[in-house]
């Protein structure tokens, strides 16, 4: 764990893009928030949170079978956790996301639950290089 200048954590782990190891970030996030006393429900809607954004990195980054992997970013500060994930895959455009137009089919859902368990939002392209980023913030205590 390092610190930045605004005192907060980082951690970042990389995890091959494969289903079965999105519980190594799970794992990583709970060990972050135990120390804190953050309350069992917060855990478990952040866990969630970010099992829909490693699932959509792996399903829309490497649709198709191609090898990847996929970055997550924790940032952690007394009042508030920041959580990155990110990929290279071919990223999109943001404004033909199907929850932005209110379309949702079956496969658009992790959006709007990332959106719904968390207090801000964004995604977008990946800073400094090809494929996305999605964050998302939940403010702690």
């Keep these: ?26 794992l990583a ?17 952040m866990k969630l949170a970010l099992t829909e954004a490693c699932s959509n990195s792996i399903r829309h980054a490497y649709d198709g079978g191609r090898d990847g992997a996929v970055e997550i970013r924790y940032e952690l500060a007394s009042d508030r956790l920041a959580v990155e994930v990110s990929d290279d895959g071919g990223g999109f ?12 089919d079956e496969g658009g859902l992790g959006i709007a639950i990332i959106r719904a368990l968390t207090d801000d939002f964004s ?7 090809s494929g996305s980023c999605l964050r998302f913030t939940k403010t702690l205590g």
């Design 1 to 26: 764990m390092k610190r930045n200048g605004t005192s907060a954590s980082i951690v970042s782990l990389v995890i091959p893009a494969r289903a079965e190891y999105i519980a190594l970030g799970r």
């Design 29 to 45: 996030l709970s060990g972050l928030l135990r120390p804190l006393a953050v309350e069992p429900e917060v855990i478990a809607d």
């Design 93 to 104: 455009d943001a404004e033909v996301l199907e929850i932005e137009s209110g379309l949702l």
């Design 123 to 129: 995604i977008g392209p990946r800073s400094g290089g």
